[in-house]
C-alpha cells in the first residue's frame, strides 16, 4: 500500500476488500441458531423416506417381502428395484462412467447398500418398518482386497461380467475395472535400472472417510398443479444434480429447481449422487407430497462415499549425491462395489500424476489399476478430491525412504531436487504445468523457523538417551513440502458428465450502491459470503459489507459447477473479479459522462473514478450507481449489472511446507505432537484469518487420518467402523496448537493471482504427521508402516523393532 495516499488507505480500509481479515458474515447466524440445513425443511404433508440396508457385504437378494412393513401405521410406501425399473431408476449413472444400483436389483455388493425405500408419514414410522421388511439374502463369497479380487473366480459385477472394455478403456479381468497411465515407461525403467541407487517401497493410504458434521440428506417436493420439482439437498453440485435429475427423469430442466441450503461441511461426501436422492424424488412423485430422507451417522460412514483406499507401490531413483533421475508408480486403486469415482470424466485416476510432487524428476510414470471389491462405492472424497492426497503422500513417503537409503539428511533431499524458481512455468514429466512457486525461498523460511538444525541435535540426544536407558520416549520431525493443483477445469480438458468446468458469477449493483452477487458454487463452510464480496469489495469500490453473496438456488445463481477440490477460489473467484471489472468498465463511462470528460480522462481511485490530474473532481461509486438508473446516458442501457462465466486457462497450483515435530512413547504408542508448523503459498491472499481457518481444519482432518481414523472391513465386509465410537473424529483434547505462515507467489494466470487453499492442509498435513512418525523411528530401522498410526500400531511398530526387550 506504499503507493498509496492517506485518504486512499482510509477509503481502502472501509472496502474490508482484499488481504483484510474481514470477519465471516456467516456466522451471525451459524452461531445464533439461525442456520438452515437440509433438516431445517419442514414442508406441509411431508413424509419420511428410510432405507433397508444389506447387513451382508455380498448376496443374492432372492425375495424382498413388504408386507408386515405396510402393516404399519403410517407407513406409505415400500419401493424395491421392481418399482423403480419401470421408470429405468433401479440403477444409475456413476460419476465415472460405470452404473450403480439405486435399489438392490438380484444382489448386494456391499455392507449397507440400499435395498428397499420405506416412505411413512413420519420418520419413526419409517423407522420401523424398515425393521419389517423381510429380504431373503444367500450369503456370496467376500472379496474385501483388491489383490485377491484380481485373481478370483468370484465375479462381483455379474452386470458386466461379460464386457471386455468399460468406460476407461480394456478390463483385464471380471473385477478389473480399468487401467491408466501416464508418462514414459520406458524412459523411466531406463532411468531406474541405470542408477546408482534405487529405493522401492509400498506405499498404503488406507480407506477414511470425511465424516462431514451434517450427514447427508435431500428434500424432493413434486408440486403436480405447477409440474415444477423442486429438491433441497446437501448438495456440492447443485446445477449438475439438477442436469442430471432432468436427464433421468425426463422432467424439463427448467420445471426442476435444485436448492443446496446451508451444508455443515461437504470434503467431497456431498458431491456424488446417492440412491437416497433418486429415491425420494421418485417417492414424492408417485405420493405428490414432499419427501425427505436424512442419513444418520452409520448409513453416512458406511454407504457414502469413502477417501483413498490406494495401493501404491514406488520406485524411485538417484545419484549418489541425491539427485532424483527417476519416479515409477503403480496403484492397485480399491474402487469398492462400483465406480463412482468423482473424477473429472478423463482422468480415471484424478491428478494422481501431480504425484512427482515438488521435485524436478526428469523421468516419470505411473500406472493405475481400478480395482472392485466388496466395500462402498465412492472414492475421491475429503478435502481433496482428485487423489492429490494419495499423490503427495506417496511422493512425500517415497522421498523418506530414498534419504533413508542415500543415508542422507531428508531437508537436504528435498532442496537439492525442488523444482527452482526460474523453472516456473515448469512441465512435469507427467504432463501438467505448473504455474508459479518459489519452493526454496519456502523451504528456507519453514526450517528457520522451527530451528530444525537445533531439533536435529535434540533428536540426536534423544536417541543417546534412549539407548543409554534414561527415557522411553523418541523424537520424530515429520517435513513435508508439497504441491497442490486445485481449479478444474479447464473445459478443454475437464468435464463432469459431458458439463465443462467453468464457473460463474453475475453481479446486479442496486441504485444506492449496494449489490448482490450470485455464484455457481456453494460454500460448505468455507465463508463464500465473507470472501467473494472482499473480492468484489476491490474490484467495484462497493464495501463488502453492502454486498450480499449468494449460492445453491438453481433458479437464481448462473450455471456453475459447484465447489468441491478448491476449485471455488480459482474459477468462481477469477469469474468474480472479471464481473467486478465488467461492471467497473462500465461504471467509468458513467464516471465521465457525469464529469463531462472522456472516458479515457479517468481513472479508477480506490472507490471512486476521479479525473486525471484533478483528484478532487471524481464520482463515487454510489453515485455511479445512482446514475445508472436514474439518468438516460447516451449510448449506455439503463442498470448496472455483470456476469461472467470463467473457464481457467490452467489449474492453480499452491504449495507448502509443513513441519510436525511429534514425541513419541515407545511403551504405550501414545503420541504427543509438541509443534506442527504450516506455512502456504496459495498466491494473493483474499482473507488471511479465513485462511487459517482452512488450514486449522484441513490439518485436524490430516491428524485424524494419519493418527487414528479409518473404514476397516473384516473378512467378511463387516464395516468395524461405522460409528463414532470406533472412527476417530478428533476433539480440542487431540488437536495441537498450529503454527501458520505463509509466503506469496501469485498465479500468472489468475485475474487476481489467487491459488485455492482449501485441500492444501489435508494435503500436506497427513504426510507430515505420518513422517513425524517414521522419522522418530528412523534410527532405529523403520522404513515403511502402514497408517492409521494409532496407539496399537506405534507400539507394534517398536515392538516388532525390538524396542521392547
Ligand atoms: O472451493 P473451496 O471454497 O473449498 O476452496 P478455496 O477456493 O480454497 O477457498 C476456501 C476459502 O478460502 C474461501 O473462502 C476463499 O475465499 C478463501 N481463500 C482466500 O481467502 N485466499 C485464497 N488465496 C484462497 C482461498
Redesign the pocket.
Known amino acids: 500500500m506504499k503507493d498509496l495516499t492517506e485518504d486512499q488507505i482510509e477509503r481502502a480500509a472501509k472496502l474490508k476488500g ?1 488481504g483484510t481479515s474481514r470477519k465471516r458474515v456467516e456466522d451471525v447466524r451459524f452461531t445464533q441458531g439461525k442456520g438452515n440445513y437440509v433438516d431445517d425443511i419442514k414442508l406441509d404433508g411431508m413424509l419420511f423416506g428410510d432405507f433397508v440396508r444389506s447387513p451382508y457385504a455380498h448376496a443374492r437378494v432372492k425375495s424382498i417381502n413388504i408386507e408386515e412393513a405396510m402393516k404399519v401405521p403410517g407407513v406409505v410406501a415400500v419401493l424395491t428395484a421392481k418399482d423403480l425399473e419401470p421408470l429405468s431408476l433401479h440403477w444409475m449413472p456413476t460419476l465415472a462412467g460405470d452404473k450403480q444400483m439405486v435399489l438392490a436389483d438380484g444382489k448386494v455388493l456391499f455392507q449397507g447398500q440400499e435395498v428397499a425405500f420405506v416412505v411413512a408419514s413420519d420418520r419413526y414410522a419409517a423407522a420401523d418398518a424398515v425393521e419389517l421388511v423381510e429380504v431373503d439374502y444367500e450369503e456370496l463369497p467376500v472379496i474385501v482386497n483388491p489383490f485377491e479380487a484380481l485373481k478370483s473366480d468370484v465375479v462381483l459385477r455379474e452386470d458386466i461380467k461379460d464386457e471386455t472394455s468399460g468406460a476407461h478403456g480394456p478390463r483385464n479381468h471380471h473385477n478389473h475395472i480399468f487401467t491408466w497411465t501416464e508418462g514414459n515407461e520406458a524412459a523411466t525403467e531406463q532411468a531406474i535400472d541405470s542408477a546408482e541407487v534405487v529405493a522401492e517401497e509400498m506405499v498404503y493410504y488406507h480407506r477414511t472417510h470425511p465424516c462431514p458434521l451434517e450427514t447427508c440428506g435431500t428434500v424432493a417436493s413434486m408440486d403436480k398443479v405447477t409440474g415444477k420439482l423442486t429438491v433441497w439437498g446437501t448438495f456440492q453440485a447443485p446445477h449438475v444434480v439438477r442436469t442430471v435429475a432432468s436427464l433421468l427423469s425426463g422432467i424439463e430442466e427448467h420445471n426442476i429447481r435444485v436448492i443446496s441450503p446451508d451444508i455443515g461441511g ?1 470434503f467431497g461426501n456431498k458431491v456424488g449422487v446417492y440412491p437416497g436422492y433418486i429415491c425420494a424424488i421418485v417417492a414424492s412423485i408417485v405420493t405428490g407430497k414432499p419427501v425427505k430422507w436424512i442419513e444418520d451417522r452409520m448409513d453416512n460412514l458406511m454407504a457414502t462415499a469413502f477417501a483413498r483406499d490406494y495401493w501404491m507401490k514406488g520406485r524411485i531413483s538417484a545419484t549418489k549425491d541425491g539427485k532424483i533421475t527417476g519416479l515409477h508408480c503403480h496403484v492397485t486403486a480399491d474402487h469398492g462395489a462400483f465406480d463412482a469415482c468423482a473424477d473429472p470424466t478423463k482422468f480415471p485416476a484424478g491428478f494422481f500424476h501431480i504425484c512427482t510432487g515438488s521435485y524436478d524428476i526428469p523421468a516419470a510414470f505411473v500406472k493405475v489399476d481400478g480395482v472392485y471389491t466388496n466395500k462402498a462405492p465412492g472414492g475421491v472424497a475429503y ?1 481433496c478430491s482428485f487423489r492429490v492426497t494419495e499423490a503427495a503422500y506417496f511422493i512425500e513417503r517415497m522421498i523418506e525412504v530414498l534419504a533413508i537409503e542415500l543415508n542422507m539428511d531428508a531437508a537436504e533431499l528435498r532442496r537439492i531436487n525442488f523444482i527452482r524458481a526460474d523453472q516456473f512455468p515448469y512441465q512435469s514429466a507427467l504432463g501438467w504445468e505448473y504455474d508459479s512457486g518459489d519452493y526454496h525461498t519456502a523451504w528456507d523460511k519453514a526450517l528457520k523457523a522451527v530451528d530444525y538444525e537445533g531439533l536435529r541435535k535434540e533428536q540426536a540426544q534423544r536417541i543417546e538417551d534412549f539407548k543409554a536407558g534414561k527415557t522411553r520416549k523418541l523424537l520424530g520431525i515429520g517435513l513435508t513440502h508439497f504441491t497442490e493443483i ?2 478444474a477445469g479447464p473445459v478443454k480438458n475437464c468435464d463432469i458428465l459431458g458439463m465443462g468446468m467453468f464457473d460463474s458469477c453475475e453481479i446486479r449493483i442496486h441504485p444506492t450502491g449496494s449489490a448482490i452477487a450470485r455464484l455457481g ?1 456453494i ?2 463452510g ?3 459470503a ?3 464480496a ?2 468484489l469489495a476491490t474490484e467495484t469500490g462497493i464495501p463488502a459489507d453492502s454486498i450480499t453473496i449468494e449460492e445453491g438456488d438453481t433458479d437464481t445463481a448462473p450455471y456453475g459447477l459447484g ?11 477469477a469469474a468474480t473479479a472479471l464481473a467486478g471489472r465488467k461492471i467497473r468498465a462500465k461504471a467509468q463511462m458513467i464516471a465521465a459522462y457525469l464529469l463531462e470528460v472522456h472516458d479515457d480522462d479517468v481513472e479508477w481511485d480506490v472507490d471512486r473514478f476521479s479525473v486525471k490530474g484533478a483528484p478532487e473532481r471524481f464520482k463515487t461509486m454510489k453515485e455511479i450507481a445512482y446514475a445508472a438508473y436514474n439518468q438516460a446516458i447516451p449510448g449506455l442501457e439503463p442498470g448496472l449489472e455483470a456476469v461472467s462465466y470463467y473457464d481457467p486457462p490452467n489449474m492453480t497450483y ?1 504449495f507448502g511446507a509443513y513441519i510436525c515435530v511429534m514425541e513419541v512413547d515407545v511403551d504405550t504408542g501414545q503420541w504427543d505432537i509438541r509443534q506442527f508448523y504450516a506455512l502456504d503459498d ?7 484469518m ?2 487459517d ?2 488450514v486449522h481444519g484441513g490439518v485436524t482432518e490430516a491428524l485424524a487420518i494419519a493418527m487414528g481414523q479409518e473404514i476397516a472391513y473384516d473378512d467378511m465386509g463387516n464395516v468395524k467402523t461405522g460409528t463414532l465410537m470406533d472412527f476417530f473424529l478428533p476433539t480440542a483434547w487431540e488437536v495441537p496448537n498450529y503454527t501458520t505462515d505463509h509466503t506469496v507467489t501469485p498465479s500468472p494466470h489468475h485475474p487476481i ?8 492442509p489435508n494435503v500436506g498435513g497427513v504426510p507430515a504427521f505420518s513422517n513425524a512418525v517414521h522419522d522418530a523411528f528412523r534410527a532405529f530401522g523403520l522404513r515403511q508402516s502402514h497408517m492409521p498410526h494409532d496407539h496399537w500400531r506405534i507400539w507394534k511398530i517398536a515392538s516388532d523393532l525390538g524396542l521392547h526387550a
Open positions: 482484499m461437504g478435502r486445485v481449479g458454487t460454500s460448505q468455507q465463508a463464500h465473507t470472501t467473494f472482499q473480492i465447489t468441491y477440490g478448491s476449485r471455488s477460489t480459482p474459477v468462481a473467484g499452491p496459495c498466491g494473493t491472499r483474499i482473507n488471511p479465513v485462511i481457518g482452512q493471482g489467487a491459488k485455492g487453499v482449501g485441500e492444501s
